[in-house]
């Protein structure tokens, strides 16, 4: 099993900057892709960004160039620098992370911008 732990939401004004981190333990060496999604009210949660174990990234057009998704392969760690933030950043952000046949959730983490 394998347990995530979110830290770093908050409430934060637009134009600045937040940073989310999960921490991942248990059988963390199943683990490969790790990323963070989100879900504002009335919406399906979103891939906000993803990083494999390779160290290759992916990200939601609407957050490239503001957000970077870093990764500690040894811990399992990932972090999520938001920068820029906007009102329509506003959501629960949830770090997820994959095993070969299992898919992990974390409890989610709330931010909020202010405009």
């Known amino acids: 099993q394998v347990q995530l732990m979110e830290s770093g939401g908050g409430l934060v004004e637009a134009g600045g900057s937040l940073r989310l981190s999960c921490a991942a333990s248990g059988n963390i060496l199943s683990l490969n892709r790790m990323g963070w999604y989100r879900q504002a009210p009335g919406k399906p949660r979103e891939l906000v960004a993803v990083?494999?174990?390779?160290?290759?990234?992916i990200y939601a057009d609407d957050v490239k160039g503001r957000f970077t998704i870093s990764r500690d392969n040894v811990r399992k760690n990932i972090v999520l620098q938001m920068n820029s933030l906007k009102f329509e950043d506003t959501a629960v952000y949830y770090c997820?992370?994959?095993?070969?046949?299992?898919?992990?959730w974390g409890q989610g983490t709330q931010v909020t911008v202010s405009s």
């Open positions: 990083i494999t174990s390779g160290g290759t990234t």
């Open positions: 997820k992370a994959s095993a070969v046949i299992k898919i992990y």
